[in-house]
């Protein structure tokens, strides 16, 4: 029973941040980058958590018009796919302002 309403708390709690924009942390493009450092980012945790709980979620990496945080994009998108996320359920959107950090969000 207990074991339950963990799971029953856990996937209320998965979903209600389901479509919740999170920022990457710009210290994340400081320094070298493995699969353990970027599935440590708590953005990053929260959406996969999401991802692996809800089959039918997509995860967006919304990102600046200037190259290099479309470059951070596309390395975000490569390192997820690593971590075992479908290519086909990782979408890029250029829709943040010019300086603003890398954000991740997961909908459905």
């Known amino acids: 029973m207990k074991v339950l309403l963990a ?3 856990w996937c209320a709690a998965a979903s209600a941040c389901a479509g919740e924009l999170l ?3 710009p210290e994340l ?3 070298p980058r493995t699969a353990r450092v970027i599935h440590e980012q ?3 945790k929260q959406v996969l958590a999401l991802y692996l709980a809800q089959p039918d979620v997509q ?3 919304h990102h600046a018009a200037a190259a290099e945080s479309l470059l ?3 390395e975000l998108r490569t390192w997820l796919m690593a971590l075992a996320v479908d290519a086909a359920r990782v979408r890029l959107v ?3 302002p010019p300086g603003q950090p890398l954000a ?3 909908t459905q």
């Open 72 to 74: 951070q994009a596309e």
């Open 42 to 44: 708590p953005a990053i």
């Open 59 to 61: 995860l967006v990496i």
């Open 94 to 96: 250029n829709d943040l």
């Open 104 to 106: 991740i969000e997961a």
């Open 29 to 31: 493009w400081d320094r």
């Open 23 to 25: 920022t990457v942390a």
């Open 7 to 9: 799971l029953w708390l």
